[in-house]
C-alpha cells in the first residue's frame, strides 16, 4: 500500500526553543499518528505545520508524494480540522453553522438530520450555537468531520470538554473513520484507546 502522507526532517523552533527537530512520519489509510506529550510540548504547533498553516525551519510534507506546498489546495480539501476552537458563528444556530461549512467542502453524502441524532444534537438544532455548553459545541465540530468527504482527520485535544459518553464517541467515530480507509493525526495530553494501527510521536 503506498504511502498517502509523510513528514521528513521536520524542524520547527518557538523563539530560541527547539519544539522538535528532524521528526518523520508516514501514515497508510487505515492508520492514526498521535501526538503526545504534556501542555506546551508542541503538539498543536506540530498538528499546524503538517497542515501547512505553521511553516517549518526545514522539513518535507508530502501528500500523494508531493510536497503540500505544491499541491495546497488539494490537500485542503482532502483534510478536515477539530481544532481547540469550535470556529462556528455564535450567532448561527448549529444548522446554519453546518450547512455554511457543509458548502465548502465535498459533502460526505450523509444527512444532516441522521447525524445530529447520532450526536446527540437533534433537540439543540433550533438554538444560537453561543447558548449550547463547550461539550455540545465539541459534538457539534464532529458533525463538520462527518459530513465532509475529507480522508484527513486532524484533530487537537478532541476529548476536550467531553464527558465519558462524549470521549468514547469520539473513540468510536475515529474507529469507524479509520476502517473504512480514513486517515487522523490526532494531538492528545491523554492516552487515546482505540484499536486501529497506530503510530506515535512523544514530545517533551
Known amino acids: 500500500m503506498s504511502i498517502k502522507l509523510n513528514g521528513s526532517g521536520l524542524t520547527l523552533y518557538r523563539g530560541d ?20 506529550g504534556k501542555n506546551g510540548s508542541g503538539k498543536t504547533s506540530l498538528l499546524r505545520a503538517i497542515a501547512g498553516l505553521i511553516e517549518l525551519e526545514s522539513g518535507t ?100 470538554n467531553l464527558d465519558a459518553e462524549g470521549r468514547e464517541l469520539v473513540g468510536s467515530l475515529l474507529a469507524s473513520h479509520l476502517g473504512n480507509g480514513g486517515m487522523a493525526i490526532v494531538a492528545a495530553h491523554q492516552d487515546v484507546e482505540i484499536d486501529v494501527p497506530t503510530h506515535r510521536i512523544r514530545l517533551q
Open 61 to 160: 510534507v508530502l501528500w500523494n508524494d508531493e510536497p503540500v506546498e505544491n499541491e495546497r489546495q488539494v490537500f485542503c480539501n482532502s483534510m478536515v480540522w477539530m481544532s481547540h476552537k469550535v470556529g462556528f458563528k455564535g450567532d448561527l444556530t448549529l444548522v446554519d453553522n453546518l450547512r455554511f461549512e457543509s458548502s465548502l467542502r465535498l459533502p460526505s453524502g450523509r444527512e444532516l438530520d441522521e447525524v445530529l441524532r447520532q450526536l446527540g444534537l437533534s433537540r439543540l438544532k433550533r438554538l444560537p450555537l453561543r447558548s449550547l455548553s463547550a461539550g455540545q459545541q465539541r459534538r457539534v465540530a464532529l458533525a463538520r468531520m462527518l459530513l465532509a468527504a475529507a480522508p484527513l482527520w486532524m484533530m487537537d485535544e478532541p476529548a476536550s
Open 17 to 36: 526553543r527547539c519544539l522538535f527537530k528532524d521528526l518523520e512520519f508516514a501514515l497508510n489509510p487505515g492508520e492514526m499518528l498521535l501526538l503526545e
